[in-house]
């Protein structure tokens, strides 16, 4: 429940929430004290996963049970004034006088027709904000759970005492992408057959790409004085960070949900390509910039831009897959999902996993591998293998983690990117050494380690 909190302050607070939800009171102001908002919302989803429970019926039942002590109540205080008040009005009610059973009797039926209706219009409330709620999780991904599954932050504008602004609230509603109550009806195989096909042409046009790309000469470059490496990942940055500053624009919120999110319920394969550079927290955004560029530009710089790209992609197609299945065959639709991380960890996986080639004494282009600043060396075979032990560890790792409560940190996506980094990874030695050996003349003796792509000053 974050730090600070002890363990029987944190008992305290679930017991107490879980009598309201046992007694049907949760729709009563939280009495929690020292306790925020986020801490009881934490409490609460951990009691709802541990421990489910009816609460609508819960509270229905209260109600009832409400109403039942209202109505003793009236009968008690009639047949109190029938004992103790003198009769009135003899000549008009007759010898008995006035009945005030029957007075009373009539202004209880009055007040339980006020009672039930007023039940009625707090139904129907409840009704109208459970939908909202429930259509708000499926479209503009604000109740979503998750990180890299990322809580949706659209920076709204208060006015006065915590109102929203209203042109910020017309454009919040303009961001719901429709006014489904519930996931659209469709099977697994509907929601993933079509996103798996799309993602298999993806893939293979990026191996196309990774293989057959020809870099440009000097003199059509823009930056020609820069490595081909830094250029690539300031374009890659400069994406980011442009996305990351249409998500604080009201008027595009729609346009970005529709296009920018990974929205569980309502897959669709154009955000395999755009979710990856779709940011809306800045901490989330430099946190995997700063990862890309700590490996990724000594794995560029040792594979080129084509195989770069192939490998940022193809990691971010399979981590962005392999959440989308998970959530989908567990029936968790209201999760949207974004970011780059599926790609950072397919690109560390790649890293990782190709030998570094030795490199050449006469080698004078100005700018030297980050591996040598973190304490990784040009490779040898033994020590290959201590690097993939390791990524592999870290992957055990993430699966570890798959059982905490860290729910805004997608593990299934991280440990999809990882596979598909190791997948190109593999698929460039591959290639490598067919070539090796289609070129190799018995003449020249065989490399130790074969090159896993042409050399970097053709690039």
Same mark, same amino acid.
């Given at each position: 429940m974050g730090q600070g909190m002890t363990k029987k302050k944190g008992n305290e607070i679930i017991s107490r929430l879980q009598k309201r939800r046992i007694t049907g009171t949760l729709d009563y102001e939280a009495n929690t004290p020292s306790a925020d908002t986020t801490t009881v919302g934490e409490a609460l989803a951990w009691l709802r996963k541990t421990y489910p429970l009816d609460e609508d019926a819960a509270i229905m039942r209260r109600i009832e049970r409400e109403e039942g002590e209202t109505e003793k109540t009236f009968i008690q205080e009639a047949e109190r004034?029938?004992?103790?008040?003198?009769?009135?009005?003899?000549?008009?009610?007759?010898?008995?006088?006035?009945?005030?059973?029957?007075?009373?009797?009539?202004?209880?039926?009055?007040?339980?027709?006020?009672?039930?209706?007023? @039940?009625?219009?707090?139904? @129907?409330?409840?009704?109208?904000?459970?939908?909202?709620?429930?259509? %708000?999780?499926?479209?503009?991904? $604000?109740?979503?759970?998750?990180?890299?599954?990322?809580?949706?932050?659209t920076k709204a504008v208060y006015t006065g005492q915590g109102e929203t602004a209203e042109w910020i609230k017309r454009y919040k509603e303009k961001g719901r992408l429709s006014d489904m109550l519930e996931p659209p009806k469709m099977s697994k195989a509907r929601r993933l057959v079509p996103l798996y096909a799309f993602s298999a042409v993806l893939i293979a046009f990026c191996a196309f790409f990774a293989f057959n790309y020809k870099a440009p000469s000097a003199s059509a470059r823009i930056f020609p004085d820069l490595p081909v490496s830094v250029t690539t990942l300031q374009a890659i940055t400069a994406i980011n960070l442009g996305i990351y500053l249409l998500w604080l624009l009201p008027p595009m919120w729609r346009f970005m949900n529709k296009n920018f999110l990974h929205i569980i319920a309502l897959p669709a394969g154009r955000t395999l390509l755009t979710a990856p550079f779709s940011h809306q927290q800045l901490p989330h955004l430099l946190s995997n910039m700063f990862g890309l560029w700590l490996l990724g530009l000594p794995l560029h710089e040792e594979v080129g831009r084509g195989a770069f790209l192939a490998i940022f992609f193809v990691s971010s197609i399979?981590?962005?897959?392999?959440?989308?299945?998970?959530?989908?065959?567990?029936?968790? !639709?209201?999760?949207?999902?974004?970011?780059?991380?599926?790609?950072?960890?397919?690109?560390?996986?790649?890293?990782?996993?190709?030998?570094?080639? @030795?490199?050449?004494?006469?080698?004078?282009?100005?700018? %030297?591998?980050?591996?040598?600043?973190?304490?990784?060396?040009?490779?040898?075979?033994? $020590?290959?293998? !201590?690097?993939?032990? +390791? +990524?592999?560890?870290?992957? $055990?790792?993430?699966? $570890?983690?798959?059982?905490? %409560?860290? !729910?805004?940190?997608?593990?299934?996506?991280?440990?999809?990117?990882?596979?598909?980094?190791?997948?190109?990874?593999?698929? !460039?030695?591959?290639?490598?050494?067919?070539?090796?050996?289609?070129?190799?003349?018995?003449?020249?003796?065989?490399?130790?380690?074969?090159?896993?792509?042409?050399?970097?000053?053709?690039?």
């Open positions: 004034l029938k004992n103790w008040h003198p009769q009135q009005s003899a000549e008009k009610d007759g010898v008995y006088g006035k009945p005030m059973v029957d007075e009373f009797a009539k202004l209880w039926n009055e007040r339980r027709a006020a009672k039930i209706k007023e @039940k009625e219009e707090w139904k @129907k409330q409840y009704a109208e904000l459970k939908a909202q709620y429930q259509a %708000k999780r499926l479209t503009d991904g $604000s109740g979503s759970p998750a990180a890299s599954i990322a809580k949706a932050d399979t981590g962005g897959l392999t959440a989308i299945t998970k959530y989908v065959w567990t029936n968790q !639709l209201e999760i949207t999902i974004l970011g780059a991380s599926g790609a950072v960890c397919g690109v560390w996986a790649a890293w990782a996993w190709l030998p570094t080639r @030795k490199r050449d004494e006469n080698e004078t282009d100005g700018f %030297k591998s980050l591996g040598s600043w973190i304490g990784r060396p040009d490779l040898d075979d033994h $020590s290959t293998w !201590l690097w993939r032990a +390791l +990524l592999l560890t870290i992957i $055990s790792a993430e699966f $570890s983690l798959l059982r905490t %409560k860290l !729910l805004s940190r997608d593990h299934w996506g991280h440990i999809g990117g990882y596979l598909g980094g190791i997948a190109c990874a593999e698929t !460039l030695l591959w290639r490598a050494r067919r070539q090796q050996r289609e070129e190799q003349q018995p003449s020249k003796p065989k490399s130790q380690i074969p090159k896993s792509v042409k050399d970097r000053h053709q690039i």
